[in-house]
């Protein structure tokens, strides 16, 4: 069992940067397929970025470039540094986990989630 807690999330300008984080409680985090997902209001929720254990990640194309995804397994933390925000980023946006393996990028092949926190841009 894994318990996901994000924070970070905020108001901010196009062009501005913010760090969410993502802690999570239980064993065994650093097994874990870790991922960001975001969902703005009337959408579907989005696949942004994930990362394996072995820290190799993936990342949606409408956010390469702009945005990091890491993670300490000594902190039992996940990260997403977003720069160059652009007002379509604006989402609530979730961390995840499961324990399978492969790329994962359908919401509902996670087991485990955040309650989300909330980024907006203003233009």
């Known amino acids: 069992q894994v318990t996901l807690v994000e924070s970070g999330g905020g108001l901010v300008q196009a062009g501005d940067s913010l760090r969410l984080s993502c802690a999570a409680s239980g064993r065994s985090f650093s097994s874990y397929i870790m991922a960001w997902f975001r969902q703005a209001p009337g959408s579907e929720r989005e696949f942004v970025a994930t990362?394996?254990?072995?820290?190799?990640?993936y990342y949606a194309d409408s956010v390469k470039g702009r945005f990091t995804i890491s993670r300490d397994n000594a902190k039992n933390t996940m990260y997403l540094q977003m720069n160059s925000l652009k007002p379509e980023d604006t989402a609530v946006y979730y961390c995840a986990a499961d324990r399978s393996s492969g790329l994962l990028t359908r919401a509902r092949l996670y087991d485990y989630w955040g309650q989300g926190t909330q980024v907006t841009v203003s233009s």
């Open positions: 990362i394996w254990s072995g820290s190799s990640t």
